[in-house]
Protein backbone atom coordinates (compact mmCIF):
# COMPACT_ATOMS: atom_id res chain seq x y z
CA UNK A 1 0.00 0.00 0.00
CA UNK A 2 1.28 3.21 -0.68
CA UNK A 3 1.21 6.78 0.54
CA UNK A 4 -1.70 7.74 -1.56
CA UNK A 5 -3.39 4.86 -0.28
CA UNK A 6 -3.03 5.79 3.66
CA UNK A 7 -5.13 7.51 5.58
CA UNK A 8 -3.34 10.84 6.58
CA UNK A 9 -2.05 12.49 9.68
CA UNK A 10 -0.58 16.00 10.47
CA UNK A 11 0.91 16.66 13.47
CA UNK A 12 0.23 20.51 15.21
CA UNK A 13 0.13 23.19 12.37
CA UNK A 14 1.96 23.80 9.78
CA UNK A 15 5.32 25.32 10.25
CA UNK A 16 7.93 24.73 12.40
CA UNK A 17 6.16 22.31 15.30
CA UNK A 18 5.00 20.11 12.38
CA UNK A 19 8.57 20.17 10.94
CA UNK A 20 10.33 19.57 14.10
CA UNK A 21 7.95 16.72 14.84
CA UNK A 22 8.32 15.29 11.60
CA UNK A 23 12.19 15.37 11.72
CA UNK A 24 12.06 13.93 15.13
CA UNK A 25 10.07 10.68 13.36
CA UNK A 26 12.66 10.28 10.44
CA UNK A 27 15.47 10.48 13.18
CA UNK A 28 13.95 7.89 15.50
CA UNK A 29 13.38 10.08 18.47
CA UNK A 30 9.86 10.32 18.10
CA UNK A 31 7.76 7.21 18.57
CA UNK A 32 5.03 8.33 20.61
CA UNK A 33 1.84 11.09 19.89
CA UNK A 34 -1.05 12.18 21.92
CA UNK A 35 -4.14 13.92 20.75
CA UNK A 36 -6.71 15.44 22.67
CA UNK A 37 -9.83 13.43 22.22
CA UNK A 38 -12.45 16.14 22.28
CA UNK A 39 -10.93 16.66 18.84
CA UNK A 40 -11.38 13.10 17.44
CA UNK A 41 -15.15 13.64 18.92
CA UNK A 42 -15.46 17.01 17.14
CA UNK A 43 -14.02 16.10 14.03
CA UNK A 44 -16.29 12.95 13.97
CA UNK A 45 -12.82 10.53 13.54
CA UNK A 46 -12.62 7.49 14.73
CA UNK A 47 -9.66 6.46 17.00
CA UNK A 48 -6.52 4.77 15.78
CA UNK A 49 -6.20 1.45 15.60
CA UNK A 50 -3.14 -1.24 16.42
CA UNK A 51 -1.78 -1.85 12.71
CA UNK A 52 -3.16 1.06 11.47
CA UNK A 53 -0.94 2.76 9.37
CA UNK A 54 -0.59 6.58 8.44
CA UNK A 55 0.85 8.88 5.78
CA UNK A 56 2.56 11.37 8.08
CA UNK A 57 2.29 14.83 6.06
CA UNK A 58 5.34 17.70 6.17
CA UNK A 59 3.86 21.24 6.54
CA UNK A 60 4.00 21.46 2.58
CA UNK A 61 1.23 18.46 2.63
CA UNK A 62 3.82 16.34 1.14
CA UNK A 63 4.18 12.51 2.37
CA UNK A 64 7.24 12.13 4.66
CA UNK A 65 6.69 8.99 6.45
CA UNK A 66 4.53 6.35 6.94
CA UNK A 67 3.74 5.01 10.79
CA UNK A 68 2.12 2.07 11.94
CA UNK A 69 -0.05 2.52 15.52
CA UNK A 70 1.49 0.07 18.24
CA UNK A 71 -0.47 1.20 20.51
CA UNK A 72 -3.69 3.17 21.43
CA UNK A 73 -4.57 4.29 25.21
CA UNK A 74 -7.52 6.97 26.00
CA UNK A 75 -6.25 8.35 29.11
CA UNK A 76 -6.05 11.19 31.80
CA UNK A 77 -3.32 13.53 31.06
CA UNK A 78 -2.10 13.03 34.55
CA UNK A 79 -1.34 9.17 33.68
CA UNK A 80 1.01 9.80 31.09
CA UNK A 81 4.38 8.89 32.93
CA UNK A 82 8.19 10.29 31.91
CA UNK A 83 8.72 7.28 29.18
CA UNK A 84 6.35 8.27 27.51
CA UNK A 85 7.06 12.23 27.69
CA UNK A 86 10.34 11.33 26.24
CA UNK A 87 8.83 8.90 23.47
CA UNK A 88 7.34 11.98 22.32
CA UNK A 89 10.76 13.33 20.88
CA UNK A 90 10.29 16.62 21.65
CA UNK A 91 12.98 16.38 24.33
CA UNK A 92 10.72 16.29 27.51
CA UNK A 93 12.70 15.50 30.29
CA UNK A 94 9.80 14.15 32.41
CA UNK A 95 5.98 14.01 32.63
CA UNK A 96 5.60 17.56 33.90
CA UNK A 97 7.19 19.20 30.88
CA UNK A 98 5.38 17.22 28.64
CA UNK A 99 2.41 17.94 30.74
CA UNK A 100 3.15 21.87 30.17
CA UNK A 101 3.79 21.71 26.75
CA UNK A 102 0.77 19.95 25.79
CA UNK A 103 -1.89 22.28 28.22
CA UNK A 104 -0.26 24.83 26.69
CA UNK A 105 -0.85 23.88 22.82
CA UNK A 106 -4.10 22.37 23.77
CA UNK A 107 -5.39 25.87 24.56
CA UNK A 108 -3.93 27.41 22.28
CA UNK A 109 -5.60 29.69 19.50
CA UNK A 110 -5.86 27.10 16.68
CA UNK A 111 -7.53 24.39 19.29
CA UNK A 112 -9.66 26.99 20.07
CA UNK A 113 -10.53 27.64 16.43
CA UNK A 114 -11.07 24.14 15.50
CA UNK A 115 -13.31 23.25 18.63
CA UNK A 116 -15.16 26.87 18.30
CA UNK A 117 -13.99 27.42 21.97
CA UNK A 118 -11.56 27.20 24.38
CA UNK A 119 -11.13 23.48 26.03
CA UNK A 120 -11.05 23.02 29.78
CA UNK A 121 -7.36 21.41 30.17
CA UNK A 122 -6.18 19.84 33.51
CA UNK A 123 -4.83 16.37 34.71
CA UNK A 124 -8.56 14.79 33.96
CA UNK A 125 -8.74 15.99 30.48
CA UNK A 126 -8.92 12.84 28.33
CA UNK A 127 -6.25 12.63 25.41
CA UNK A 128 -5.70 9.57 23.36
CA UNK A 129 -2.25 8.49 23.41
CA UNK A 130 -0.22 6.71 20.84
CA UNK A 131 2.94 4.64 20.25
CA UNK A 132 4.10 3.78 16.72
CA UNK A 133 7.02 2.86 14.39
CA UNK A 134 8.07 4.00 11.42
CA UNK A 135 8.04 1.40 8.51
CA UNK A 136 8.09 3.90 5.22
CA UNK A 137 10.14 6.60 4.51
CA UNK A 138 8.75 8.79 1.86
CA UNK A 139 11.40 11.19 0.66
Known amino acids: MGHDDLPTL ?82 YADAAQWRAAHEEFFRSEGVAGFLGRRPVIDGDTLVVAERFRAVVEAR
Open 10 to 91: ELAFPGPERDRGVAAILSGRKTALTGLLEIYEHAGEALPRVGQRFSVLDSEGAPAVTIEVVEVRVVRMREIDDDFARAEGRG
